[in-house]
């Protein structure tokens, strides 16, 4: 990084790569919480010094569910075609004291960005994955449910699925209005 008048600057080299990866869920995890209920969240990552986190599940224990889609940032030259370059997913179970590791899975990066065009939303499915969640004592014990898109960008209306449903469901609010205004315009003519 180089610093003018006390600003960083990037550098090309130093700006990170993002994708997007949906969390879904994840089922029959063990359960670590044996007192308490056990809330989880996940943590995902390509490199440990760039994560993302998903909010508490507060009611699904074992069973977790998220719904959340996380970006993921990692350096440019982590090739996609590198065997050992994953996005990682640990999960855990929250805690007043500390946190209960509960277990992890690994998605290879050249398994999901397969590339695709970023403008053409039919050249893009998502893929919907489930893998299997590992102890951290390496046995296996649950699965998880994510989505990645092959180009690491969820296309929907050219755009992230970060888009609210709050948006949309004020777009159809105001076509319906148009709509009741033409009317309105129509009978006002023949009339």
Not at 91 to 103: Q, T
Request: overall charge negative.
């Amino acid at each position: 990084m180089s610093h003018i008048s006390g600003r960083k600057i990037q550098r090309p080299a130093d700006q990170l790569r993002e994708i997007e990866v949906l969390i879904i869920s994840a089922q029959d995890l063990k359960n670590v919480k044996h007192v308490n209920k056990m809330k989880t969240y996940a943590v995902v990552y390509v490199e440990k010094s760039h994560v993302a986190k998903t909010g508490v599940d507060e009611h699904g224990e074992t069973n977790p569910t998220w719904n959340e889609v996380v970006k993921v940032k990692f350096p440019p030259r982590l090739p996609e075609n590198d065997v050992l370059a994953a996005v990682n997913v640990d999960i855990y179970a929250n805690g007043h004291v500390r946190e209960k590791p509960v277990g992890s899975a690994r998605v290879l990066l050249c398994d999901v960005l397969r590339g695709g065009d970023a403008s053409e939303p039919a050249d893009n499915p998502i893929q919907c994955m489930t893998v299997q969640v590992r102890r951290p004592s390496g046995r296996p014990q649950g699965f998880l449910n994510l989505w990645v898109p092959p180009t690491g960008r969820f296309l929907l209306r050219g755009e992230s699925l970060s888009f609210s449903v709050k948006e949309a469901a004020e777009e159809q609010k105001e076509e319906v209005a148009v709509e009741q205004k033409e009317e309105a315009v129509g009978r006002a003519e023949v009339e």
